[in-house]
């Protein structure tokens, strides 16, 4: 079994800046890539940002430049730095585990997703 829990969502205004952690709990967590999505009322869930254990990222289009992915291995978190936040960045942020190595798998193969942290960005 594996735990999620997300934190350090906010309000902060638009051009502002907040880093988003999840913190990983489990004896298999190191099978894992952990990944972020986010979800605005009325829209669908969403994928933001990847990180693999070799380093490797991946960033959805609307993100790329502004957004950072990154991974303590040894506390077995991962963070996501936002930059220059937009009011279309307004979400719930989920970080979720896959055991799949390649990145953006179908949304099946998540076997595990943190309760979410709000962010809201004002304009």
């Known amino acids: 079994q594996v735990q999620l829990e997300e934190s350090g969502g906010g309000l902060v205004q638009a051009g502002g800046s907040l880093r988003l952690s999840c913190a990983a709990s489990?004896?298999?967590?190191?099978?894992?890539?952990m990944d972020w999505f986010r979800q605005a009322p009325g829209k669908e869930r969403e994928f933001v940002a990847a990180?693999?254990?070799?380093?490797?990222?991946y960033y959805a289009d609307s993100v790329k430049g502004r957004f950072t992915i990154s991974r303590d291995n040894v506390k077995t978190t991962v963070y996501l730095q936002m930059n220059s936040l937009k009011p279309e960045d307004t979400a719930v942020y989920y970080c979720?585990?896959?055991?799949?190595?390649?990145?953006?798998?179908?949304?099946?193969?998540?076997?595990?997703w943190g309760q979410g942290t709000q962010v809201t960005v004002s304009s």
């Open positions: 990180i693999r254990y070799s380093g490797a990222t």
């Open positions: 489990g004896r298999t967590i190191s099978n894992y890539a």
């Open positions: 979720a585990a896959t055991p799949v190595a390649y990145f953006r798998p179908p949304l099946r193969h998540y076997d595990y």
